[in-house]
């Protein structure tokens, strides 16, 4: 194989030294301590919900890391209901037969609405974050806002589709 060049820098230094490390397929010669790889941050949304949970706990007076980690926590769980709910939209969209509307422009119409959705709920959920925001207080409506919205909206077009 060949080799890799990884660059190594030591951060307990005063000029923050870097160094040029060559793996070739051997351990890593790293000189750092793993208590200063442990301290490294990690976007929260990467972590475990036992461990956003336990950060709530942790300091209950912080309200915006309070804030970040309840929208981040019940759109965790918010999320999987997505396909469900762009289902529930694609389906009145893919088979629609009035006006002699092919099935490529379901096709169309159904991935606008998807982007749509996932747009609305990447907003929603950001703008959460904020605890002095339009969902200040409320984390669980920026997660399931984007849900309730497009699901009311799939629930229509499916009550209306010509069976």
């Known amino acids: 194989g060949r080799a890799q060049t990884y660059a190594e820098v030591d ?4 000029q923050a030294q870097r160094r040029l ?8 010669p790293i000189s750092m301590k793993p208590e200063i790889l442990a301290r490294k941050r990690v976007d929260p949304s990467l972590k475990s919900a036992r461990y956003l949970l336990g950060r709530v ?3 209950p007076t912080n309200d915006r890391l309070r804030q970040r980690v309840l929208v981040l926590l019940h759109g965790r769980f918010a999320f999987p ?3 469900f709910i762009l289902l529930l939209l694609a389906i009145p969209l893919l088979f629609q037969q009035e006006g002699g509307k092919s099935t490529w422009i379901g096709v169309g ?12 709920s990447y907003f929603c959920q950001y703008v959460g974050q904020d605890p002095h925001g339009v ?3 409320l984390p669980a409506v920026a997660a399931w806002l984007p849900l309730a919205v497009f699901g009311a909206g799939g629930a229509i077009l499916t009550a209306n589709m010509n069976t």
């Open 109 to 120: 119409l159904a991935l606008v609405v998807s982007l749509a959705f996932y747009f609305f």
């Open 21 to 28: 490390v060559v793996y070739d397929g051997q351990p890593l």
């Open 11 to 14: 951060a307990d230094s005063p």
């Open 81 to 83: 209901l997505a396909n």
């Open 57 to 59: 706990q942790d300091d």
């Open 135 to 137: 969902f200040g207080g």
